[in-house]
């Protein structure tokens, strides 16, 4: 099944989180604390801080600048164009490059050596700056409007990446920290994500709860990994595994190792972001 589809942008409810009941809620209870001279100056600060927050939930208005948009997408061209975009990239890691000299399949000195599980990874922009923020926004502080930017914009990437797949797994989360955060960030997104590809979404589990990657370098990080996912079914031929942000690698490539013990032939990874070298 080809990719190369834009599904519709709108979906009930996506920006009903985009904090403004809340903000607005929060504010009428600061209100009533405030009383004298500083009212009014306090009144302005409310107003500016909603109004921001309205632009930033409504669709019209870029989701980075918050200038007006043009289209249907929650972003303005100036911002798409100085977005950190991960172009010059290992082929099969996504690892960014200082360049491809040799076409678009090029691949990263470890690549060449070890290669991942999967054919091909594809992290379109390079986590930093205003892509940090946005992740920050949706991860952390659970804006379900910086989610739908992000699935918007992996739509778009993999509408021109042209990838043939037949269903999407997203990595599991730990079940302590999907606790802790309220929700499975990466299982919204895969979700999301599949019904606008119209593919189905098939689902892995971790047979076991890995200790944080956090502070392990990359081989540590292997083998913290081996043999932590599962899937629940067979696999067709080909699947997309899906993360958020992709540092070393070291987790998808261990969930395409569990999808091909699975059935699966080839496994190629998506990940919003991809950390730069030496970002762990
Ligand atoms: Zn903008
Ligand atoms: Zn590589």
């Known amino acids: 099944m080809s990719l190369?589809?834009?599904?519709?942008?709108?979906?009930?409810?996506?920006?009903?989180?985009?904090?403004?009941?809340?903000?607005?809620?929060?504010?009428?209870?600061?209100?009533?604390?405030?009383?004298?001279?500083?009212?009014?100056?306090?009144?302005a600060r409310l107003v500016n801080t909603i109004n921001a927050q309205l632009r930033r939930a409504l669709p019209g208005?870029?989701?980075f600048c918050l200038g007006p948009v043009r289209g249907d997408h929650p972003w303005c061209?100036?911002?798409?164009?100085?977005?950190?975009?991960?172009?010059?990239?290992?082929?099969?890691?996504?690892?960014?490059?200082?360049?491809?000299?040799?076409?678009?399949?090029?691949?990263?000195?470890r690549c060449l050596k070890r290669p991942p599980a999967q054919v091909r990874s594809l992290a379109p922009w390079r986590y930093e700056g205003r892509m940090?923020?946005?992740?920050?926004?949706?991860?952390f502080g659970a804006e379900a409007?910086?989610?739908?930017?992000?699935?918007?914009?992996?739509?778009v990437a993999l509408a021109n990446a042209a990838l043939r797949v037949d269903a999407v797994i997203g990595v599991p989360g730990h079940r302590e920290r999907t606790?802790?955060?309220?929700?499975?960030?990466?299982?919204?997104?895969?979700?999301?994500?599949?019904?606008?590809?119209e593919l189905p979404l098939i689902e892995a589990?971790?047979?076991?709860?890995?200790?944080s990657q956090r502070g392990l370098d990359r081989q540590h990080r292997r083998r913290n990994l081996r043999g932590a996912f599962a899937l629940s079914q067979a696999l067709p031929k080909r699947v997309m595994i899906i993360d958020d942000v992709m540092?070393?690698?070291?987790?998808?490539?261990?969930?395409?190792?569990?999808?091909?013990?699975?059935?699966?032939?080839e496994v190629v990874a998506l990940a919003f972001a991809r950390t730069p070298p030496g970002g762990i």
């Open 77 to 109: 061209e100036g911002c798409l164009v100085e977005m950190p975009w991960n172009t010059s990239a290992c082929w099969r890691c996504a690892e960014p490059l200082p360049s491809v000299a040799g076409g678009d399949r090029t691949l990263c000195g």
């Open 145 to 155: 409007w910086a989610g739908e930017v992000m699935i918007q914009l992996m739509v």
């Open 247 to 265: 540092t070393t690698g070291a987790t998808l490539d261990a969930l395409a190792r569990a999808c091909l013990d699975a059935g699966a032939e």
């Open 61 to 63: 208005y870029c989701a």
């Open 4 to 43: 190369l589809k834009m599904g519709p942008t709108e979906e009930k409810g996506a920006h009903e989180r985009g904090g403004v009941a809340t903000s607005t809620r929060s504010g009428r209870q600061r209100f009533d604390r405030v009383s004298g001279a500083g009212l009014r100056g306090y009144v």
């Open 179 to 197: 606790r802790q955060q309220g929700f499975d960030h990466v299982a919204w997104l895969t979700r999301r994500l599949a019904g606008r590809l």
């Open 132 to 139: 940090v923020r946005l992740v920050q926004r949706y991860k």
């Open 205 to 211: 589990r971790r047979r076991r709860e890995t200790p």
